[in-house]
């Protein structure tokens, strides 16, 4: 069965560093999501990719996260500086666009502490 | 604006007994609903969903959900709870730009 992959499944940073995370989607899926989840909260998304263009940003903190997705496949998020309020889970997702039909398929994530 | 609210923050349930999770959504245009369940340091996992058609949605693992649209509701249901089904579930809706808005979740304890 296909799947949504991530990785680093947990980093472990101290503040002021950078990080990066990858996602790869399911084949096929054009729609690429990042979330960041805090414990205990639902997903907050952080930006949306259809193809390699990025459909919405809105909510993504652009001073220091950065987001690409260059040839419409797999995807990076960095952040640069990373701060103590950064620690969170960092889910990717993908969905079909073909039809509203289609439900998002969540990778495993990663969980990222900042000291 | 779309959104979604899960007014309960926990719900417990005794093994064996029927369980509900309540999402009521608002959303300009057709609703497409979701569940979508997950477990500790883990990412979500769809359960179900309605697109159109029949009110009553049969999903994985038991679950079903009723979509009752004057009451802009979607619940989330199980006849006879498991202890394994204890975990964070989430409601979520999607609109016509391809966007997705989630609950803030419901944590369902399932007791022996």
């Known amino acids: 069965e296909a799947e949504v992959a991530q990785s680093p499944r947990y980093k472990i940073t101290e503040k002021s560093q950078a990080v990066a995370f990858w996602c790869d989607p399911i084949?096929?899926?054009?729609?690429l999501y990042w979330y960041r989840q805090i414990l205990g909260q639902g997903p907050e998304l952080l930006v949306q990719?259809?193809?390699?263009?990025?459909?919405?940003d809105s909510q993504l903190p652009k001073d220091r996260f950065s987001a690409e997705r260059l040839k419409g496949v797999d995807s990076t998020l960095k952040i640069q500086p990373a701060e103590l309020g950064d620690s969170a889970m960092y889910l990717c997702?993908?969905?079909?666009?073909?039809?509203?039909?289609?439900?998002?398929?969540f990778g495993p994530g990663t969980r990222l502490t900042v000291l | 604006a779309q959104s979604v609210a899960q007014p309960e923050d926990q719900v417990n349930v005794a093994e064996g007994n029927p369980l509900t999770v309540k999402c009521t959504y608002s959303?300009?245009?057709?609703?497409?609903l979701f569940w979508y369940v997950q477990y500790p340091n883990r990412g979500l996992q769809f359960l179900l969903k309605?697109?159109?058609?029949?009110?009553l949605v049969k999903g994985s693992y038991g679950f079903e959900a009723e979509f009752n649209k004057s009451q802009t509701s979607f619940h989330l249901k199980k006849p006879s709870a498991l202890v394994s089904d204890s975990a964070l579930y989430f409601c979520?809706?999607?609109?016509?730009?391809?966007?997705?808005?989630f609950g803030s979740g419901t944590k369902l304890n399932v007791k022996p």
């Open positions: 309605y697109i159109t058609g029949d009110n």
């Open positions: 997702a993908s969905s079909a666009t073909v039809a509203f039909s289609s439900e998002q398929f």
């Open positions: 084949s096929g899926h054009a729609t």
């Open positions: 979520a809706v999607r609109d016509r730009f391809n966007k997705f808005y």
């Open positions: 959303v300009s245009g057709n609703p497409y």
């Open positions: 990719f259809q193809d390699e263009s990025v459909v919405d």
